[in-house]
């Protein structure tokens, strides 16, 4: 297997990494970058506890080989928060209570913040339509769906 | 500095209650509650869990002496091993050990020690580990896999648990007889049957001639698994001075501790097991299931940590399944409506090993009537081998299945004697002072009260209207209780120490896997000494070599449980304070509390705050000394009053600690074209005893729903000749968000638990029970069919329709 040299920005970090051909960019992210908020749902882009914005768009980024990313802009759940400023779709989880064994958090607030960056103002259809790949077993949904729906409001 | 507080005394003159705040029994309610119990405080693990911080088992950083396991599983669901050849791989470089079941002769289990850590001589489901390979990379330790070799010898298989205990069924376990085993499960060696639990009251063949109205079915509960979004992940390490370190996503640290000594016959003190964050359990991470492979490999490799994480292809089936239960169910009542008698029989697809799926066997014996006080019952319930996956706790613990069908046959039997179905559970349903199946008197509880409140929040008597001509609604209502199923001596501890700044930190054995039981226990914590919420903090991870002991994180008993014990360590602390102190006021400790912080006296005025105190103690006037030293607070808890149970019948006077109770009422609307159900709105009610955390609570009722209504409708692991054929999210679909009902409605219902902290009793698993049969109850009234067994999907509920002529 090839190693090819990749430069990438991650949370706002510029990075230069080698990493194997077949690595994927949550693979790179883990294991060379040490940035272990995204989590390992089940390689196989169905669950979405990989979720990235890469470019600014959302991914699994176990479905994307590092390789793709040369030159890209990633943020990670780590870099939601600003200068010790949590984002809103955080603020707005704690507070409606969608948070309960926190694995799939990290996956579903980049999902709920690209969201919102696309689409200010969402209906509810919107948001369940935009979650839709992360998925959730102890919450049932309600309390995540309620956050990202207060945290919209937020940017009125 | 603290600010002075009041030191009005709360409790007037003359109180004689005997449940007062500072009452050191743990039995102790008190009148007054205070705070932050009965308070929806914040998580205290959301701010890590948001920013990406928490740490999971596989976030653990080794560093470059870390080496990867893959395991070599039987492709066959039941053969003989006749021979391993490992010498490939280890040839291969990178290729650091091999372990086979050659080298690891002990057993394990939990309640049944009836598996090894590898197969030895047989492998007894596809999936079965036979071999292990630890490697410098994940890749080689997937090409050193591929390169061992395993000869097997097919065997005849069994999966069908009413074929397995037939006499022309191979046996799967041949030393059944010889297996370790509590005095509280009955094997039947010889047979394939490794649990038979009874009940025998009253006299049912003779009460069913006095019935009017009998209803029998047949129900297959399929298998399901548990689908933690975080995949088991364990790491182990051997030091070379024989002492194991295992990291893991742990449910139970000290049952893993004590399950894997035992299977290696070595003391409980020589492993050390750490658990961080659990990224979801709900049973699948209790016991050992996996756990013990990379302590195996770990050994052959020593002083190197090995890493084992399940991909989610194995999750699905080689940890632990939900069993699958064949049912037979019969139920009468007279003409009034009053249940007179239940038989029921239960074939439980126990899977190749059944150390911990027998309990789920017994547990579902002996609630076996469902909620009901009905006088005459026969139970039968079997867990039976077959050469399925290894069956473990999931969240119910057996009621999910058992309730998925005898709700609906008490529903049926409803309809039968022309009765609402609401009427009819509240005339028959259990209530305080029964005396139920087991011959148990039961303790105060609020399952009316539930229902009551159930059906007035679905609106039960108001028809709503279909959002369209070729929709039906309905609404259908099924009610629940379960026990937390485990040994009679299951024991909690806790310790509490003070710290110079005036914070506490609590240490305790029990896990957070999401349900908010660190949260919960800061809150005891807080209440019990008199201390600000946001000054205590539960020490993590879970470390066997530092926490105290906790039996496991399972049966919802650790609010009730583990809060006795940490309560009770509060109190601890608080006396030693307050003892403290009065001999420095030269008072009586009796006129002394802690509030907010604050040490005061009610008779004096006189106020110290806990800073330093805690830890230098209190210097005497004029430099002669001081008085106290380190604070620390210790408290446990052992339920003491739990009995056996009859062999024969069943009866005993104290089955079980408790029972929690509750209801669920689902409105659904159901597409006659393509008999797709949606649920328009759904209820539950529980009696919790008392919420301390009512947020949170109901955050359990409503997932618990979801992933009971998930259950309903898409879940079942499709077994065809002991191959799973959907183990992958493609096709076997968990709830996402576009399956979450708009509206939820979480009731909370207090009926206090005599025994338990402020009341409390435990939620966490009855939050699911009773949501499959409302359902079908619900699909009931809106079309007039039953569409079978679950799962509920579109196709089944339309061929029911089809079947019944209600569609053409």
């Known amino acids: 297997m090839s190693m090819h040299k990749i430069n990438l920005t991650v949370n706002g970090s510029k990075e230069q990494v080698d990493v194997p051909s077949n690595w994927t960019l949550l693979q790179m992210l883990r294991e060379k970058l040490a940035v272990t908020g995204t989590k390992n749902g089940c390689s196989a882009g169905e669950c979405g ?25 990633v943020t990670t759940v780590e870099g939601l928060a600003q200068d010790g400023k949590l984002d809103p779709v955080q603020e707005e989880i704690i507070k409606a209570g969608g948070v309960q064994c926190g694995f799939c958090t990290p996956g579903v607030l980049i999902s709920a913040r690209a969201l919102l960056n696309r689409n200010p103002h969402p209906t509810e259809f919107q948001i369940r339509d935009a979650l839709v790949g992360n998925l959730c077993r102890c919450t049932g949904y309600v309390r995540i769906i309620e956050a990202v729906k207060n945290a919209a409001q937020r940017s009125v | 500095m603290p600010k002075k507080v009041s030191t009005k005394n709360p409790r007037p003159v003359g109180d004689e209650s005997p449940r007062s705040v500072g009452d050191e029994s743990p039995r102790s309610v008190g009148y007054e509650i205070p705070s932050p119990i009965g308070e929806s405080v914040t998580r205290i693990d959301a701010h890590e869990k948001v920013t990406g911080a928490a740490i999971f088992a596989d976030d653990i950083q080794f560093g470059p002496n870390l080496l990867f396991a893959r395991i070599v599983r039987s ?30 002769p002990g057993y394990l289990g939990l309640y049944l020690q009836d598996r090894h850590i590898f197969c030895r001589d047989r492998a007894r489901y596809i999936g079965d580990p036979v071999a292990g390979v630890a490697a410098v990379t994940e890749e080689i330790a997937d090409q050193a896999a591929a390169l061992i070799k395993v000869e097997y010898e097919p065997l005849p298989p069994v999966f069908d648990p009413e074929y397995g205990i037939s006499p022309e069924a191979p046996l799967l376990h041949p030393r059944l007889g010889e297996y370790q085993v509590a005095n509280f499960i009955f094997p039947e060696p010889g047979t394939n049957i490794c649990n038979h639990f009874k009940i025998r009251k009253g006299d049912v063949d003779e009460a069913f001639k006095k019935c009017t109205a009998i209803v029998e079915r047949k129900y297959h509960v399929p298998q399901i698994q548990h689908v933690p979004i975080e995949t088991h992940v364990v790491v182990a390490r051997a030091d070379e001075g024989d002492h194991l370190t295992i990291w893991a996503s742990s449910q139970s640290p000290f049952a893993q501790r004590d399950l894997i000594a035992k299977g290696l016959g070595i003391s409980q003190s020589k492993i050390q097991v750490i658990a961080p964050y659990v990224g979801g359990g709900f049973g699948s991470k209790a016991g050992v299931s996996m756990e013990a492979l990379a302590v195996a490999i770990a050994l052959k490799v020593k002083g190197r ?51 911990y799926g027998v309990n789920m066997t017994r547990a579902a014996g002996y609630s076996g009537s469902g909620p009901y006080d009905v006088p005459n019952v026969r139970i039968d319930s079997y867990c039976v081998y077959t050469n399925h996956p290894v069956t473990g706790p999931m969240r119910g613990f057996g009621m999910p299945e058992l309730h998925a069908a005898l709700e609906q046959c008490t529903d049926e039997l409803a309809h039968e004697i022309g009765m609402d179905p609401v009427e009819f559970r509240l005339k028959n349903c259990v209530r305080s002072g029964d005396i139920i199946a087991t011959g148990m008197k039961m303790h105060p509880i609020g399952l009316t009260e539930c229902i009551e409140k159930a059906s007035k929040a679905i609106e039960w008597d108001k028809k709503s209207k279909p959002s369209a001509p070729n929709k039906k609604r309905g609404k259908g209502i099924a009610i629940m209780w379960k026990a937390p199923a485990m040994p009679p001596n299951a024991g909690s501890s806790a310790y509490v120490k003070l710290n110079e700044d005036a914070t506490v930190s609590v240490n305790i054995g029990g896990q957070e896997l999401g349900q908010g039981t660190f949260t919960v226990m800061a809150q005891i914590a807080a209440a019990a000494l008199g201390v600000p919420f946001d000054t205590v903090k539960v020490s993590t991870p879970i470390d066997t070599k530092y926490s ?65 105190i805690v830890i230098y103690g209190i210097p005497l006037p004029n430099d002669q000394g001081w008085l106290g030293g380190p604070i620390t607070g210790r408290g446990n808890f052992m339920p003491t009053y739990v009995t056996g149970l009859d062999k024969e019948t069943g009866q005993g006077a104290r089955a079980v600690v408790h029972y929690t109770t509750g209801c669920q009422a689902v409105e659904v609307e159901v597409d006659t ?5 949606d649920v328009v709105r759904a209820v539950a009610a529980f009696d919790v005893g008392k919420a301390i955390n009512p947020e949170m609570v109901r955050s359990q009722m409503e997932g618990g729903m979801v992933q009971g209504l998930s259950t309903a409708f898409f879940e079942a692991l499709q077994l065809k000749n002991g191959v799973l054929t959907n183990p992958s999210f493609v096709d076997y679909r968990i709830a996402t968000s576009t399956d979450a009902p708009s509206d939820i409605q979480a009731i909370i219902v207090e009926v206090p638990q005599d025994d338990g902290p402020w009341g409390a009793r435990g939620i966490g698993e009855h939050a699911m029970v009773p949501t499959i049969p409302a359902v079908a109850n ?18 089944k509920v339309y061929l029911a329709m089809l079947d019944a002529g209600i569609v053409k």
């Open chain 1, 49 to 73: 506890a990989c979720t990235v914005m890469l470019n600014g768009e959302p991914v699994n980024s176990c479905m994307v080989l590092a390789v793709e990313c040369d030159g890209a802009v």
């Open chain 2, 75 to 104: 492709p066959h669901p039941h053969a003989l091993i006749k021979k391993i050849d490992a010498s490939q791989a280890l040839a291969l470089p990178g290729v650091k050990a091999v372990a086979t079941g050659a080298d690891f």
């Open chain 2, 305 to 355: 940590p090995v890493k084992l994480r399940l991909t989610r292809e194995e999750e699905f089936y080689t940890a632990f399944v939900r069993q699958s239960l064949v049912g037979y169910f019969k139920m009468g009542c007279d003409k009034d409506g009053n249940m007179l008698a239940i038989d029921n029989r239960y074939y439980w697809d126990g899977g190749a090993y059944t150390e």
């Open chain 2, 548 to 612: 105290p002991y906790e039996w496991q994180t399972v049966a919802s008993r650790l609010t009730w449980s583990m809060g006795n014990a940490v309560r009770a360590a509060a109190l601890d602390a608080r006396k030693q304070i307050l003892e403290l102190v009065a001999a420095s006021w030269g008072e009586d400790p009796g006129n002394l509390d802690i509030k907010n912080g604050t040490v005061i006296s009610y008779k004096s005025e006189e106020q110290i705050s806990l800073y330093n």
């Open chain 2, 673 to 677: 074209d393509t008999g797709k159900v």
């Open chain 2, 778 to 795: 619900a699909i009931f009234d809106a079309v007039g069919v039953r569409a079978g067994n679950p799962p509920y999907s579109a196709e």
